[in-house]
């Protein structure tokens, strides 16, 4: 079986892929990569479809057996991998035998790193997606000893110099693209100046939610029916607290959303740790 063991868990490892739509109406969360940007690339480099699940590390990696042969690339956050206790580069297609160790330690920049395989990660499938998710997959968050069954790998793999450069803006841009919410003209005018004018300190980082520090001066009283939100979505507390819903999140919400992330805003969100700060930045359809 072509399978890769995991010796020793990091902070938060999950498989995920694109993520799993059409069931929001049944309280499923989309669920997925954090990062689409940086999964992409770790696939597009051994030429997987982006369908492909991946491994999903933050913060710090694991440490993994590959069982059989593989063709492997890394990219997103650097967490200092090393083959074989061998450092290798991010972003670049490598080779690995069997009984190769794949061992990643804190990350360096960024927050979230995806490990690609040849033709995909194989866990169960469930309602058309391998996305790990408490309540719908078996295979939650990876654990000592759990074996990962990844796809066949080719016996024959031309290797040529396939590598993509780290573009460290994406780790480094503060700014948050942003298309405004249903409830955003809720705001006073002065309280949407500060929103789009002030830097917000993130306080709390999930996959179902960044938290940004309370913010007494966006305090409001408004109140709106439970509505739909989705990844992206930036709700707004009573006391003044910012939420980005992330891809982890609910389905519905009480709290008025303000702002939508666009997708590439959510990936540049995904690499940011607790004490960073961010900002907002208005764009139009």
Not at 127 to 141: E, P, Q, R
Not at 171 to 183: H, I, M, S, T, W
């Amino acid at each position: 079986m072509h399978s890769i063991q995991v010796i020793k868990p990091g902070y938060c490892d999950s498989i995920q892929d694109l993520g799993r739509f059409g069931y929001a109406s049944i309280g499923v969360p989309v669920s997925g990569v954090m990062d689409a940007l940086s999964a992409k690339m770790a696939n597009a480099l051994i030429r997987n479809s982006q369908q492909n699940a991946v491994l999903e590390m933050a913060l710090i990696g694991p440490v993994l057996m590959f069982q059989k042969e593989a063709v492997i690339a890394i990219s997103g956050a650097d967490m200092s991998p090393k083959l074989n206790d061998i450092p290798v580069k991010m972003q670049t297609k490598l080779a690995v035998k069997t009984g190769d160790i794949l061992s990643f330690g804190k990350a360096i920049y960024g927050c979230r790193s995806y490990l690609a395989v040849k033709n995909g990660f194989r866990t169960d499938k469930k309602l058309n997606s391998y996305a790990a998710f408490n309540g719908i997959t078996d295979l939650v968050i990876l654990k000592k000893g759990v074996i990962i069954p990844i796809g066949k790998q080719l016996k024959i793999f031309r290797f040529g110099h396939s590598s993509i450069k780290v573009d460290r803006q994406h780790f480094n841009n503060e700014v948050l693209d942003a298309y405004k919410g249903p409830e955003f003209e809720l705001l006073t005018p002065k309280q949407q100046d500060i929103l789009l004018t002030d830097g917000f300190q993130i306080v709390k980082n999930t996959r179902m939610a960044y938290q940004f520090a309370d913010v007494p001066s966006l305090a409001h009283k408004c109140e709106i029916l439970t509505s739909a939100v989705m990844p992206g979505t930036v709700q707004l507390t009573q006391s003044g607290k910012l939420m980005a819903l992330m891809k982890d999140c609910q389905t519905t919400g009480g709290y008025p959303r303000i702002l939508q992330l666009s997708d590439e805003a959510i990936a540049v969100l995904a690499q940011k740790n607790t004490c960073q700060k961010i900002k907002f930045k208005i764009i139009h359809l």
